[in-house]
């Protein structure tokens, strides 16, 4: 079956990445839409060999599409998702408007793929990028013990923010080269050769990043009880989120236990290298890439019974346009 896609915010960074991905995994839409905003209007989009003009999201365009991708930040998902929806489209969002409503589905394809089949409002949110590589990782593990807590310290990539972040931080180092003043606009400090904490606060001290993912793994693994204690970094990296990660279930479970059932896992390439000095999965090489990378499992040192592993991914791929095509896939795949 084919049916007409149209890509909200396609001018955007996870925008073109959804249409590369619609591109790369022959997605079979008769037709595909370009939509943004009215300043990007008339402009041209890359599909495949050929490019698409871009039209303005307004409410009728979404006449006659089936599926819509979303990535045009929260405002927009608000007032057009649902438009789309009442049209008879099925609404794929990836921003954050939606992910905690209880009457929208929160879906990772390699864990939780049945939930996109209740959809009240005809909205499926797609996670946070942070969290998507998180729980591809973990569900092997959660399926194998029950996990009850989660340590998790994030590297994030300046792409995570959007282009203009990107461009901040390589004039940012070319500054530094040339003995230039630092400056910034988009980011909320110098992110060339240093460590940011660049998110919208939340409570309790922690961000709103920080507290997105304790929310959306909890209901994406469908388990209120298990515990998130994260912290979230923007590093000086363009493009593929790290993770560190301690995990501890509710019975002990050994290194070798969690290496043997992240082995052929959904959606995870594991790499069993021994350590040494640069044998890790690292985020230059997970550009373009659909896995989630992970490595360097071992037993934790202080708590008998937890593992402690390096999970990293690209984030416009697996972290956003990646995963909202393979939830199209599922749609796709009902009819």
């Known amino acids: 079956m084919s049916c007409v896609v149209a890509v909200v915010g396609a001018t955007g960074l996870v925008g073109r990445e959804m249409l590369r991905t619609l591109q790369l995994r022959r997605f079979p839409a008769s037709r595909v839409v370009a939509l943004a905003s009215a300043r990007s209007a008339g402009s041209l989009v890359p599909y495949g060999d050929a490019a698409i003009e871009v039209r303005q999201a307004t409410p009728e365009r979404f006449a006659g599409v089936d599926i819509a991708l979303f990535s045009a930040g929260k405002a927009a998902a608000r007032e057009l998702a649902p438009q789309a929806a009442a049209r008879g489209a099925v609404v794929i ?24 089949r209740r959809r009240p409002k005809g909205i499926i949110a ?12 973990l ?10 807590h989660i340590v998790v310290s994030t590297y994030q ?17 070319r500054a530094l080269v040339e003995g230039r003043a630092i400056e910034h606009r988009v980011l909320p400090g110098r992110l060339a050769q240093n460590l940011l904490m660049d998110w919208p606060a939340g409570t309790g001290g922690y961000s709103e990043e920080e507290l997105k993912m304790v929310g959306e793994t ?10 998130v204690s994260p912290t979230t970094v923007r590093v000086p990296v363009a493009t593929g989120h790290s993770e560190a990660l301690h995990v501890r279930c ?11 059932a992240l082995r052929g896992a959904p959606g995870v390439r594991l790499d069993e290298r021994p350590y040494e000095p640069g044998a890790h999965p690292q985020p230059v090489h997970c550009v373009g890439e659909d896995w989630v990378y992970v490595g360097r499992v071992r037993d934790d040192l202080a708590v008998p019974g937890a593992i402690n592993l390096w999970v990293v991914a690209d984030n416009l791929r697996k972290g956003a346009a990646l995963n909202a095509v393979q939830i199209a896939e599922l749609v796709l795949g009902e009819v």
């Open 93 to 116: 969002d990836n921003s954050s408007a939606w992910r905690m409503d209880p009457e929208v589905p929160l879906v990772v394809p390699e864990v939780n793929p049945a939930d996109g």
């Open 126 to 137: 797609n996670p946070n990028c942070s969290t998507i590589q998180m729980v591809v990782a």
């Open 139 to 148: 569900k092997p593990i959660h399926n194998l013990a029950r996990i009850e």
């Open 157 to 173: 990539a300046a792409s995570g923010k959007g282009y203009a972040a990107v461009q901040e931080l390589h004039a940012q180092e």
């Open 218 to 227: 909890r209901k994406i693994m469908g388990d209120e009880r298990i515990g």
């Open 250 to 260: 509710a019975r002990p479970v050994s290194a070798a236990e969690a290496v043997a």
